[in-house]
C-alpha cells in the first residue's frame, strides 16, 4: 500500500512540475513596464531655413518606473538615433554635457547642468529644446537653468532663467 501511494505522489509531483514549466514558457520571463515620452530635438533644417518651431518630437520608451520629466533630460543628453541624425535633427547642448539633478517644485523646474558651457554667443541655445522638453508637462510652468556652477540669472520667482554664459 506504501508503495502505491509513494508511485500516486510521484505522478503527482511530475504532472505539477509539468504544469509549472508549461506556464512559465507560456507566460515568458516577466518584461518591465515601459512608458512612451516624448523627446524635443532641434530640426537643423527648419533652423537653417528660420522655419520655427525648431525643436521637433520624437518618441523614446523608458522604465514606467521613471520620472518623466528627467527620463526626457536623460534621453535628450543622449542625443538623436542614427536614423534621426540622418534626419537632420540634433540635441543642442551648448557644450554642456548632462544633468546633475533636477528639481520641480511650486511649478518651478530647477536643471542642474554638467561640463562647460560654450554657447559661441549664439541666440539659440540649450535653452530653448530644455524648456520645450520640460514645459510639455502641467506640472511645470517655468524652468531654471543652472550652470555647472550653480548660477542662473533670475534664480528666485516664477519665470524662467538662464546662466549668463548662454547670452549671445
Same mark, same amino acid.
Given at each position: ?21 508549461f506556464?512559465?514558457?507560456?507566460i515568458?520571463p516577466s518584461r ?15 533652423f ?5 518651431p ?6 523614446r ?7 518623466r ?5 536623460t ?7 542614427a536614423?534621426?541624425?540622418q534626419?537632420g535633427l ?7 554635457t548632462?544633468?546633475s539633478?533636477?528639481e520641480? !517644485? ?5 536643471v542642474?547642468?554638467?561640463g ?11 535653452? !530653448?529644446p530644455l524648456?520645450?522638453n520640460l514645459? !510639455?508637462?502641467?506640472?511645470i510652468?517655468?524652468?531654471k537653468i543652472?550652470d ?8 528666485e ?6 546662466p ?5
Amino acid at each position: 500500500m506504501n508503495r502505491r501511494r509513494l508511485v500516486l505522489y510521484f505522478a503527482l509531483f511530475v504532472v505539477a512540475a509539468c504544469l509549472t514549466c508549461f506556464i512559465l514558457v507560456r507566460i515568458g520571463p516577466s518584461r518591465p513596464r515601459l512608458a512612451k515620452i516624448t523627446v524635443y530635438f532641434t530640426d537643423t533644417n527648419r533652423f537653417k531655413e528660420g522655419t520655427m518651431p525648431f525643436e521637433v518630437p520624437v518618441e523614446r520608451l523608458v522604465p514606467a518606473t521613471e520620472k518623466r520629466p528627467a527620463a526626457v533630460l536623460t534621453e535628450f543628453f543622449k542625443g538623436p538615433t542614427a536614423e534621426e541624425s540622418q534626419r537632420g535633427l540634433a540635441a543642442i547642448r551648448s557644450g554642456f554635457t548632462g544633468f546633475s539633478r533636477l528639481e520641480i !517644485q511650486d511649478g518651478i523646474a530647477r536643471v542642474y547642468l554638467t561640463g562647460s558651457c560654450a554657447s559661441g554667443g549664439a541666440a539659440y541655445t540649450i535653452a !530653448q529644446p530644455l524648456m520645450k522638453n520640460l514645459l !510639455q508637462f502641467k506640472e511645470i510652468k517655468y524652468v531654471k537653468i543652472y550652470d555647472a556652477a550653480g548660477t542662473t540669472e533670475t534664480p528666485e520667482g516664477p519665470s524662467n532663467s538662464i546662466p549668463e554664459c548662454l547670452e549671445p
